[in-house]
């Protein structure tokens, strides 16, 4: 499609950046063709134009919609490239915390540097078994689809883990072996998976260091090949090694660490068993502090080495071999102190007694002399002679270097080797799965020869990786035949042929280090020479003679040439070696005793090894032609040959890769460097998958899928019936490109970008009819909206417009009085108040003008004074002042003229002598004359001016002065009146000051008493408050007094239940705690006795394994055989059995040993059961204390029985007479006839007998009635009628019930109590003689006959009508998904068209009918098989009356019925009756278990017979041998049947209907054993027949715990059995299946296999459960199972449901949406409606699904606002925090529409939950099993009238 369709506004891209590598930004215009810039927006708001490559127009990379962010598989991104590839792992790694992604093939694995909780056992099983794109990415997911296909194809695989140094890949191979040996287990009880796991330690610590880039970094590289059997079980292992970094030993740099041995040596030199050794610190010896950094954070050497020797151990190098191997380690040490003197410049000498050298010949056995003479000297041989040289310090420093260094190199193959022998298996090899730990692309500012391997390795591996991955891509194509062009992908081959084709790089290499003369500057002259500007990956640094240049595939390398060939060479002196041989220490010997043969890669090793880093030793006696070729391999063509070994290994196998990613140079956690991520995913290959997929067709669907997904984009008329034609014409108008896509046979197949254009289409079809959908609610709700409130409105008002309107009218009519009132009520105001201002004011005017002309006058007369002795003073002062002035003036005018003239004269005579000066002078006095004359005439016309001003102001003063006289003169008048209006003014003060003084002592007398009044009352008020107060206090406190002693009671009342309910409860979970180990202690016990057995089988039939392709099963898998097998019950025949085993122990000496060590377990064990038991019996013993109270309230009602037997017997006596002739009549008409089938049903006597028996009840039932009324009145009166009997007299007062009053007189009261005394009390007599003539017993024994035969007939109706009550449920069930099964096709039928639809319903119709004549034919056959049954129970009942009433007749004649009484005791043949007991011989034991339990096929007998007939058989056989008083008989017996039990279900355990028969039947077994004990506590349920029936001489308590033991592992097997059978159901019915079609989409898948949600044939759904649920209560049921005990398995069954579906939720990203959490909320409602219909809802089975609730509800819950953050935390209380957090990081949108969770809001949530104290675990223990109890549940059945159907063959057996 054209750019212009997908570079629209608001889309995103990627442009480069260089900080982040690529920046996101926004389209803020369409993009068209030719444009140059590009209008974008970062995501910081910033604008920018982006120019486009002038050249490649090339436009910037698409971004992914955010619904594709954060996907399992890379590969499922539609836009493929780098940009997509970076932020999908930086999502998936920063927000979600995820460190695991598939790239098509690859695992991507990011290290988090932080324990992660992912990798627990319950992980493991969690993906065992699951298919690879099933699950979320992990590790384990890898090791387990390399298990499967290795089981499956019968084909060897192989782990390839490669990545950085730091970036995790020796922890994902110990992984990967981890889950090898957690899920295959091993084959023999050596525990081979264990030894193949401690190999790691001992690795890491010899081959690990800590490097500035990681703190355990492997320094070599493995292959591990894990073997397996037939069985697919481990049985051993085998180790490869390649280039050891032996340089690690002598030199570490800065912040670096030597091997992780010599520290762990350091830390425990303190142990006593190291002070041989003479160990310090690490800081002191120079080869373990080269780096200054000798220590890691957080790592304890002392307890690593711990673990290092416990593992030598367990591998089998013994402890002194372990003290050889630290003892040659210390020795390296002490070598590495060795200090050389400089003798001169070409000799040095080493001090005399040096301490670091003796210690190392003391340590290494060998001789100081000898040792400090060939580190300072060497030999020299020429072809004549030899001679001794002695060499220089630097010399002597490198040899000793390279010595320690070869002994390193030696002692490191010697473990490998020893390592390799441990895990050496003698059985032999089917198969293995190889993992390959190998160092990743290298490149540093130095790199030198051992870079130049690893790089080579890798070249060889990344080539491998092409391949593969480009064979999967075409195989994919030619599988879906769909047409395909071979991919371009990138060829490193001539790279390869670089470095190892003739003349290559090691090839010249080689070459030169043969050269006598070679060095490394003669080598890069060649390397120039032959490779440059010859091969376009080889280049020549421009300023370096020493180094070249090799183009990787990953990146250019620059390697320095200094230090190649020594390396290649890698030599150490053969005078150090020979005195090393020459040691008195054995296994340093051992380690140089093959020395030469050890230099060559092909001499005689162990399978499998390559020691590919052992030195060269210089010969120093060769001769030309002496050394053999292998003599002469050098380092690197020992790399190459083993390099190729392991390609052609890699090429054999089918290889699954594993790429670790290194987040950041710093080791911090969880914080992703985009710069460094991109630099590996380039070098590990994985852009290269990347780009490989990209170029073909990267996304593919399947047309399901497809359909489900963009069926919105389909119109109605473009649905067909076949969906794949449906997709074909959709996709044809949607993209017009018809080569952006293919369709294949399964799937359709589209190139990069098209699922995001698809998704585009989608979203805006889903957003426009959202929109559309808004628009119209929107409208109709504001429509409804505007016309509630127009009419509310319009009401209103109307309302408030009539209260307006009469409030207004009132409102004129009040302010027109108001204003009336106002205008004369002011009136009156205003001219009162006028009055008074008048005259108020004439008064104060007449006052203050009196007052003011006085004041005038006085002012006056002072200013007159004033100014005139002001004008006498002021004209003296200035004339004295004018006097002054004038004289200092005139003075100072003297003076300056004086000067001036004397100034001026100088000028003049100077002037005078100059003509120019003069006329210039004469020009300026000019000039002066006029100003002066201007002047003279403004100062004559000012002083006229002022002369005019003076005149008038004259006249002014003159005019002023004559009104001032006039106005003196008047005021001195008013001043004299003014003082008599004083004089008179001040007697009126006097006179008001006097009746002032009056009135206040007045006023102050009357405010004293008002006061002392006033202070009265309020001491009276306060007085009355302080009592009012005090009152009320008294009654606050009386009622808080009581509140508080009601709440105290309250309280007290509370704390004791609580306390009570709370210590009930904890001793119900000690109990079951108890109970649990008690079972899991059972289980192991059991697992044992199986491996015991199936040893001793294995020794007796020396049978081979079963051949491959057997079906895994789990290493763990225990038998159901019990520990309690009794020794002394063996018969001859198994003691002759046991002979050749006996025999086949001689011969396994390791077999018999662990038969010991199993037989003292056992021991172990049983004594660990004895006093858990005891344990256990203490805790029941409580718990039957804490319900003793219960049970006192059942004695009276026991009372109540008691009565009411005694109040039946008199019963029967008064009925004495009547009852004899009823019964003669029933002899009669039973006599009359003998034929057989009198007896039968609808025969006369049959009638007759049935009437008599209706009429005896019923009057029965009425005499009952009158006898209790009249017992309980006399029961009354008792204490009256004692009183009485002193007196003789009946007093009147008393009142009697009107039965009483009937009587007579007294002495018949009296009579009627003392018979009800006589039939309360307890009588001795025998209960045969309760009458005359004992005929009253004969009747009381024909009516329970009777009885006994109406309650079977009840039972049998009662369980017909219980089936037809199940029938009619199972046919509603049906009904109601017929009736869904019919709405269904009819959606899907109106879809279709008219014909299409006809069709439809046709074939629906005969569907239909053939179902329905297959339920009829079934219906059919089970009412036959029901009349069978009927009939053989009417005639087992029929022939049973029959020998009862003709065993009777035949006895007893009509003459004895008349005429003689007849007592019960004298009844004859009464030993007839059968006891419930059956006989058999001895010898028909093995019969008897042979055909009732090894032969017995439980589906005939549950549906046939009646539940748990085996268990009442085998009891009654029990109570013969019990009622014979044989001790050996019952024990014999009982073990049989335990043993026999055992055998079966070891035979068909794993058959549902066999455990679940044999469960009822041992349960039944055991119950019968405890109700007929003879105990008070079983005897209480049981009828008097029944107790008769008890065992007399036997207590089979220990028995009964043997069967409850067996019960127990019946239980736990068939809980096994059901958990398989339903395992496979779970994940697909409760996530994957869409219950709620529509609710959920699909999501584009990737690469890897993803389960649909769309449901196709075969697929599980949720009705499978529910049917086989329905299965298994079925069956349950049938068997006769205790309704505990099926409680107790549905609990177990949910169980399972929920923890199994909640691991996988916790384990997949695609399954955490808010559609998935509807989903899985709807299926469990199902389930909680299944319980409802089968009244299980109190078995606490939907408590077990909450945890599942709970996180249902949290994906479908607002995760935004801190209040959504606390809902969630108050609702998830059956989920831990890690659950919680979990879900919320791997809450992913399906649609556009929804939000992801953001960082913060999950910080929240951990804030909150940081105080919660829950388990760490993230999964929950899906293999978890309740402790199981077995509730005593009596049976109502008679034992003697169970009958031995013919079909089970045990005819031996005799009724007793």
Known sequence: MAASELYTKYARVWIPDAEEVWKSAELLKDYKAGDVWLKLRLEDGTDLDYQLDPKTKQLPHLRNPDILVGENDLTALSYL??????HNLKVRFIDSKLIYTYCGIVLVAINPYEQLPIYGEDIINAYSGQNMGDMDPHIFAVAEEAYKQMARDERNQSIIVSGESGAGKTVSAKYAMRYFATVSGSASEANVEEKVLASNPIMESIGNAKTTRNDNSSRFGKYIEIGFDKKYHIIGANMRTYLLEKSRVVFQAEEERNYHIFYQLCASASLPEFKTLKLVTASKFRYTNLGGNPVIDGVDDAKEMLTTRQACTLLGINESYQMGVFRILAGILHLGNVEFKDRDADSCIIPPNHDPLCIFCDLMGVSYEDMAHWLCHRKLATATETYIKPISRLQATNARDALAKHIYANLFNWIVDNVNRALHSTMKQHSFIGVLDIYGFETFEINSFEQFCINYANEKLQQQFNMHVFKLEQEEYMKEEIPWT?????????????????????????????????????????????????????????????????KHFADKVEYQCDGFLEKNKDTVFEEQIAVLKASRFDLLRELFQDDIHALSPTSSLPPGRTPLSRAGIKSIKSRPGQ????????????FRNSLQLLMETLNATTPHYVRCIKPNDFKYPFTFDAKRAVQQLRACGVLETIRISAAGFPSRWTYQEFFSRYRVLMKQKDILIDKKETCRNVLEKLIKDHDKYQFGKTKIFFRAGQVAYLEKLRADKLRAACIRIQKTIRGWLMRKKYLRMQKAAITIQRYVRGYQARCYAQFLRRTRAAVIIQKFQRMYVVRQRYKRMQAAAIHIQAHWRGYSAKKRYNAMLCEHKATIIQKHVRGWLSRCWFRRVITAIIYLQCCYRRMMAKRELKKLKIEARSVEHYKKLNIGMENKILQLQCKINDQNKENKNLLEKLINLETTYS?????????????????????????????????????????????????????????????????????????????????????????????????????????????????????????????????LEERYDDIKEEMTLMVNLPKAGQRRRDSTHSSNESEYTFSSEITEAEESMLRPEDASEKKAPLDMSLFLKLQKRVTELEQEKQSLQDELDKKEEQAQRIKAKEEDFNVRARGAELEYESLKRQELESENKKLKNELNELRKSLTEKAAPEVTAPGAPAYKVLMEQLNSVSEELDVRKEEVLILRSQLVSQKEAIRTKDDKNIMTETVVVPEDVKKMKDREEIAQAYVGLKETNRPSAQDFHTLNEDGELWLVYEGLKQANRLLESQFQSQKKSYDNEVEALRGEIQSLKEENNRQQQLLAQNLQLPPEARIEASLQHEITRLTNENLDLMEQLEKQDKTVRKLKKQLKVFAKKIGELEVGQMENISPGQIIDEPIRPVNIPRKEKDFQGMLEYKKEDEPKLVKNLILELKPRGVAVNLIPGLPAYILFMCVRHADYLNDDQKVRSLLTSTINGIKKVLKKRGDDFETASFWLSNTCRFLHCLKQYSGEEAFMKHNTPRQNEHCLTNFDLAEYRQVLSDLAIQI?????????????????????????????????????????SSVADEGTYTLDSIIRQLNTFHSIQCQHGMDPELIKQVVKQLFYIVGAVTLNNLLLRKDMCSWSKGMQIRYNVSQLEEWLRDKNLMNSGAKETLEPLIQ?????????????????ICSMCTALTTAQIVKVLNLYTPVNEFEERVSI??????????????????LLMDAKHIFPVTFPFNPSSVALETIQIPSSLGLGFLTRV
Not at 627 to 638: D, F, I, L, P, R
Not at 1631 to 1641: A, D, K, N, P, R
Not at 1756 to 1765: G, L, R, S
Request: aromatic letters at 4%; charged letters at 35%.
């Open 1800 to 1817: 913060g809001f999950i910080r929240t949530i951990q804030i909150r939950l940081r105080d919660r104290k829950d388990s760490p675990q």
């Open 627 to 638: 050394a053999s070729n292998e003599h002469k391999k050098t380092v690197g063509h020992q």
């Open 81 to 86: 490239h780098e940009p997509a590839v970076l």
């Open 959 to 1087: 005019a002023e002065r004559e009104r001032l006289r006039s106005d003196v003169e008047r005021l001195r008048m008013t001043e004299e009146e003014g003082k008599n209006a004083i004089n008179r003014i001040t007697s009126l003060l006097e006179e008001i000051a006097q009746l002032r003084r009056e009135l206040e002592s007045t006023q102050t007398e009357k405010k004293s008493i008002e006061e002392t009044a006033d202070r009265y009352k309020r001491e009276t008020e306060l007085l009355v408050t302080e009592l009012k107060e005090q009152n009320t206090l008294l009654k606050s406190e009386k009622d808080e007094l009581n509140q508080r002693l009601q709440q105290q009671a309250k309280e007290m009342t509370e704390s004791l239940t609580k306390e009570a309910a709370e210590e009930k409860k904890q001793l119900e979970c000690e109990l079951n705690d108890e109970r649990s180990r008690y079972q899991n202690l059972l289980t192991e016990f059991s697992r």
């Open 1751 to 1767: 996180a249902a509800q949290l994906l479908q819950v607002k995760k935004k606002t801190d209040e959504d953050a606390e809902a």
């Open 1611 to 1651: 239980y736990q097997q068939l809980v096994r059995v059901l958990e398989n059978l339903l395992q496979p159901m779970i994940v697909p019915a409760m996530l994957e299946h869409e219950t709620i079609q529509g609710v959920s989409g699909v999501k584009p898948p990737g690469l890897r296999k993803r389960t």
């Open 486 to 550: 071979l991919i371009d992908f990138y060829d490193n081959q001539p790279c390869i042929n670089l470095i190892e084709a003739k003349l290559g790089v090691l090839d010249l290499l080689d070459e030169e280090c043969r050269m006598p003369k070679g060095s490394d500057s003669t080598w890069a002259q060649k390397l120039y020479n032959t490779h440059l500007k010859k091969s376009a990956l080889f280049e020549k640094p421009r300023l370096s003679n020493k180094a070249f240049i090799i």
